[in-house]
């Protein structure tokens, strides 16, 4: 499920937006005379992106919204506009993509969820500058460090692989406000990274607090490593590392391991009964995190691509703890004719803590056929929790008449009993239906 608001600030990105629009089709001939001799690999370029998709939620009954009391919607038209370029100027090169994007959330019954989104924001807009082996970049930037196809727990600065949606479909992962130096040698690389927190308000107070990241990456044939570390204000801290292989022209495994001395997340009480009015029902736990994806991928004689990774996190919750969560839905599922706003305030706290991956065991794997029939590839992958069983799968075949167009179908369904992880989910099944077009310079 995808679900954003429109912030208070985004009408300071969306001010943003335009200005950087009316940078890019203003002509820069004088830009282009002062580098012409410079290398053509760092020319400037463009590109333009739209797309538009429509989706169908089958909402079934379960004991997280039952009789949708939340209000999930139904029907989903969604489009947007991701443009950007990177522009060869001032010595370096400036790099931006920008989206522009509406949907309209609307529901079948009564009480469904009803909204009209606008969503406009800067993914990217950084400047970067290399002499000799140092590079700087200053700006809003991505920076991917893990190694993991569906989740890199490494990825300590932009963390944007989700098992639900490994490739962001939407384009609605934005970057970070960093400053990055880097050392880059013929076998390796050092990056430092500053992250301040910059109010969302856009007040005076713009950096509250900052976050400093640093990865070591070698390259020690035929392996490529990397330890990676990120160190807050507050003295919480996470270190880890990764590790990948190829072997012969088929065969790539990867590995990743990340040990954080924090735990923002939230677990329900397993001594507390379910029926016992007390707030909060959800507490801290303290202990550190451990998280781990050992994976591969294989790539046969037909182009068919096989990947499948073991997901581990210690963020999950024990037994004990998810029989506590399901013990409380099932008690608020039964107030909902005698204290209904009981119900909806404890179904709606509750809620609000699911999260995908809510176990600690999880297997995903994707299987990928780039040319069933001319132009016509299949993409289809899981995720299957080891804990009990539950799982969901989706399905997406695409057809690209040209480089500059696709139509894509978007099939997902969850599975698992009512009192499982995915069982639980309140949209049994999803149907999407995409188009695209593509224009790059």
């Known amino acids: 499920m995808s679900f954003y608001t429109a912030h208070q600030h985004n009408r300071y990105e969306f001010l943003w937006i335009i200005l950087i ?24 370029s463009f590109f333009l992106k739209l797309s538009g998709e429509g989706e169908k939620l089958n909402i079934q009954t379960s004991i997280l919204n039952p009789s949708n009391i939340i209000g999930l919607y139904e029907n989903r038209i969604e489009s947007y506009m991701l443009t950007g370029c990177n522009l060869k100027m001032l010595g370096g090169n400036t790099e931006v993509e920008m989206r522009l994007g509406y949907q309209n959330l609307t529901g079948d019954q009564d009480n469904s969820f009803s909204k009209r989104n606008y969503n406009n924001q800067i993914n ?82 713009l950096i509250k607090n900052y976050r400093v990241g640093m990865r070591l990456y070698q390259y020690i044939d035929p392996f490529d490593l ?37 735990n923002n997340r939230l677990y329900p009480n397993p001594d507390i009964a379910p029926d016992q009015p ?25 182009k068919i691509n096989l990947t499948i990774e073991y997901l581990y996190n210690s963020l999950g919750y024990t037994s004990a703890q998810f029989n506590s969560y399901t013990d409380r839905l099932i008690y608020l599922n039964n107030q909902l004719l005698s204290s209904p706003q009981v119900a ?20 995903f ?15 289809s992958y899981f995720l299957f929790s080891l804990n009990d069983k539950s799982g969901f799968i989706v399905v997406s075949p695409k057809y690209e008449s040209s480089s500059q167009s696709q139509i894509y179908l978007r099939l997902q369904k969850f ?27």
């Open 21 to 44: 629009i009316l940078f890019i089709i203003t002509p820069s001939n004088h830009v282009a005379a002062k580098e012409a001799s410079d290398s053509v690999a760092t020319r400037s």
């Open 365 to 379: 794997a994707r299987l990928y056929h780039p040319e069933i029939i001319k132009a016509l590839s299949i993409e």
């Open 278 to 302: 007390f707030y909060p029902y959800f507490i801290q736990n303290n202990k550190v995190v451990h998280d781990a994806v050992f994976g591969g991928q294989y790539t046969f004689n037909n």
């Open 124 to 205: 990217k807009l950084f400047y970067q500058f290399a002499s000799g082996p140092i590079s700087i970049s200053a700006g809003r930037n991505k920076i991917r460090w893990g190694v993991g196809y569906s989740y890199s727990p490494t990825d300590l600065i932009t963390q944007f692989k989700t098992p639900q949606d490994p490739d962001d479909r939407l384009c609605l992962n934005k970057g970070n406000d960093l400053i990055q130096l880097s050392y880059i040698h013929s076998s390796g690389q050092l990056d430092l990274v500053y992250i301040p927190n910059v109010s969302s308000d856009y007040s005076m107070d």
């Open 226 to 262: 990397s330890l990676v570390g990120k160190i807050e204000n507050d003295c919480k801290y996470s270190i880890g590392s990764n590790a990948s292989v190829t072997i012969g022209n088929s065969l790539e495994l990867h590995a990743e391991y990340l040990y954080q001395s924090y």
């Open 415 to 441: 599975w698992g009993n009512r009192h499982s992880e995915l069982g639980m989910i309140p949209n049994s099944l999803s149907a999407i239906l995409g188009i695209t077009f593509f224009i790059t310079k």
């Open 344 to 363: 909806l305030t404890g179904l709606s706290e509750t809620a609000a803590n699911y999260n995908i991956p809510m176990s600690r065991d999880h297997l």
